[in-house]
């Protein structure tokens, strides 16, 4: 079974960055998007922000823009979440999917494999 792997979350001041890190050991994703999504404590999981097979495109959740860039290495089978300017509400398990497609994916039923996550928390 395919399995991402999440990895640079930690404990963090507002105002703060993190850089996540998703890899794909078996390099299965290297003709797909890959997307983040995050989940808070009592809510959904929502989209955060994805990238084309190529990098080429990207699309972000309206909050995060600015903040966020996703991006990738298609060579190291990483795909990155540099996280800037870092708000108490950005808190939460942070999960990155590999969608069906080659596409820059929003829609979560699109993603069909899904790392366990990463937890991110932003204090005040």
């Known amino acids: 079974q395919v399995q991402l792997v999440e990895s640079g979350g930690g404990l963090v001041q507002a105002g703060d960055s993190l850089r996540l890190s998703c890899v794909d050991p078996?390099?299965?994703?290297?003709?797909?998007?890959v997307g983040w999504f995050r989940q808070a404590p009592g809510k959904d999981r929502e989209f955060v922000a994805s990238i084309s097979w190529n990098g080429g495109a990207s699309n972000y959740l309206e909050s995060v823009k600015g903040r966020f860039t996703i991006s990738r290495d298609n060579g190291k089978s990483t795909v990155y979440l540099q996280m800037n300017n870092l708000k108490p509400e950005d808190t939460a398990v942070y999960y990155c999917a590999s969608s069906r497609s080659a596409a820059a994916s929003v829609a979560k039923d699109w993603y069909r494999y899904w790392g366990r996550g990463t937890q991110v928390t932003v204090f005040s």
């Open positions: 078996r390099r299965t994703f290297l003709n797909n998007g």
